[in-house]
């Protein structure tokens, strides 16, 4: 008899499998561990730890903006997202400091290089940010509004659906599911 924590492994690790189960291991390790780990230490008001999880993010951050370029060419390559959940659990381990020896050896060196261009261009994209919005607040209103009275909707649907509330008729009395009781009765008539 297999040990149920042997099979998430075999999951992940099968090579003849879909890359959906290593894919989602990735999410799963890469970004809702860290989001839940990241706020147990802004809770607990952990300076130590908050400062790990905010090296992680830089981290995680730039292998995100490499796979932008990089991802669509990488995903073709065997076992590429088996390297890539390995690679994220080596960032995350407090045992390797994974994220910490990124961190230090190759992104700050990086970006003291080009902290001042860097320092521009966010300085440009933020005014630029500032101006759209402010120029756009009539649509971005109408589309706050829209997407609020849609989601409203939508949470009425699924409440129905979920909570189906009996209908009160017009002579007083009260209508509920009836279908599944005229399926009955037709049934009887037979």
Not at 5 to 23: A, D, K, T, W, Y
Not at 31 to 55: M, N
Not at 58 to 71: I, M, N, P, R
Not at 127 to 145: G, N
Request: net charge positive.
């Amino acid at each position: 008899m297999a040990v149920p924590s042997e099979l998430g492994l075999r999951l992940l690790l099968c090579p003849l499998g879909s890359n959906i189960v290593v894919r989602t291991a990735c999410c799963s390790v890469g970004i809702g561990l860290p989001v839940y780990s990241t706020f147990k230490a802004i809770e607990k008001k952990d300076q130590d730890e908050q400062q790990r999880w905010l090296v992680y993010w830089a981290a995680y951050g730039s292998l995100s903006v490499a796979e932008v370029f990089t991802d669509k060419f990488l995903s073709w390559f065997p076992l590429y997202y088996h390297v890539k959940f390995a690679f994220l659990v080596w960032l995350q381990l407090p045992s390797t400091s994974g994220a910490r020896q990124l961190y230090t050896s190759h992104l700050r060196p990086f970006l003291l290089k080009r902290q001042a261009r860097m320092d521009q261009i966010v300085e440009f994209i933020y005014r630029e940010m500032t101006k759209l919005i402010s120029s756009h607040q009539a649509e971005l209103q109408f589309a706050k509004t829209m997407l609020i009275k849609a989601l409203a909707f939508a949470n009425g649907i699924v409440m129905d659906i979920i909570h189906p509330v009996p209908r009160q008729a017009a002579n007083g009395a009260i209508e509920g599911p009836t279908r599944q009781t005229q399926d009955s009765e037709s049934d009887k008539e037979d």
